[in-house]
């Protein structure tokens, strides 16, 4: 786990230049968006695409009601809660997310 100070900055980072606008109902807030597309070997030569879109906000930003399935809009696209998980000690909330039709 990350000290005390790193996770302070990761959820200041959360309202700074980098951040995007995060929409749940008429609720409005910011938080860190990434999106990663890579090729991974499959384990038989061959090779799969993984693309991960992940939401990081400070713990309470978002209401509990935000769960698997619940719908999202981050910087104006549409999105689909796959999972959430507690980041380090819990102070950030890491949302993976799927875009919502065509994406």
Known sequence: MPPAIVVRHLAAMCDGPLSVPVV????????????????????????????????????????????????????????????LLPQEDGELVRYVLAPVGSG
């Open 24 to 83: 749940y109902g008429t609720l409005r807030t910011r938080g860190l968006f990434n999106h990663q597309a890579e090729l991974i070997d499959d384990g038989t030569g061959g090779e799969v695409k993984r693309d991960e879109r992940v939401l990081m906000v400070p713990r309470g930003r978002l209401p509990a009601a935000v769960r698997q399935n619940s719908r999202l809009t981050v910087d104006d696209i549409a999105y689909q809660v796959r999972t």
